[in-house]
């Protein structure tokens, strides 16, 4: 009897310490599969995360010159220095009007673009950068995208004009200058230039 009584308490204790140690192993088994998923989330993120970065500087703005190189400073280097030198894709800077010129990396913080053709006069300019821009899918343009610049307006520096009247004053004739910021042509200036009496009343004439 005492055996028997002695032989279930030892195999009663055998199954309690099966049953704990089956126990212990799920937890650590399902502690391993957090611990798991959690990382493939952090390895996850840590891949998709990109870096980001601005524009620090675009210039000039503002009233600029007919000829002018322009440069954007980036808030961090973006490509290293073997990049520096390369062009851009000309779709990373869009112009409106259009422009002609090329952009290239000047340093690896800097984009230089470098005009072939004249702006043109007394014009309002808008460039966007788009996402062509970035050297990579690792990085992300954030913050002011546009900026704005327009070249000097059209505008008379300086006029000098006389008429003398014939003895029935009806027929006039008038010389003198008139001078522009800009290169003017005889169609152009019929086109647009009016002499008109104290009265508003206009007086036609030929050139």
Same mark, same amino acid.
């Given at each position: #009897? ?20 089956? =126990? ?6 399902? #502690?391993?599969?957090?611990? $798991? ?12 995360? %990109? +870096? ?9 703005? &503002? ?17 290293? %220095?073997?990049?520096? $030198? ?6 990373? @800077?869009? !112009?409106?009007?259009?422009?002609? &010129? ?11 673009? !470098?005009?072939?053709?004249?702006? *043109? ?9 788009? =996402? ?10 954030? $913050? ?9 307006? !059209? ?5 000098? #004009? ?9 027929? *006039? ?12 042509? +005889? ?5 647009? @230039? ?14």
């Amino acid at each position: #009897m005492v055996f028997s009584k002695l032989s279930k308490n030892l195999s009663a204790e055998s199954e309690n310490r099966n049953l704990l140690l089956k =126990s212990l192993i799920g937890v650590i088994g399902l #502690m391993t599969l957090l611990l $798991g998923a959690c990382l493939f989330y952090i390895v996850r993120g840590n891949v998709g995360a %990109k +870096t980001r970065y601005s524009v620090n500087a675009f210039a000039p703005q &503002g009233e600029v010159p007919e000829w002018t190189d322009f440069s954007i400073t980036f808030s961090e280097a973006i490509v290293d %220095k073997s990049r520096v $030198g390369t062009e851009v894709p000309a779709e990373a @800077l869009r !112009f409106t009007p259009a422009v002609q &010129g090329t952009a290239r990396w000047v340093a690896p913080d800097r984009i230089g673009f !470098f005009l072939d053709a004249p702006l *043109a006069p007394a014009a309002q300019y808008t460039v966007k950068l788009t =996402s062509e821009i970035n050297p990579s899918e690792v990085f992300q343009l954030t $913050g002011q995208k546009e900026f704005k610049f327009a070249t000097e307006p !059209f505008a008379v520096q300086q006029t000098r #004009m006389e008429f003398n009247t014939d003895e029935s004053r009806e027929h *006039a004739i008038g010389f003198g200058t008139i001078t522009f910021n800009y290169p003017v042509t +005889t169609a152009d200036l019929k086109a647009h @230039l009016s002499i008109e009496l104290d009265d508003g009343t206009e007086i036609p004439y030929q050139i």
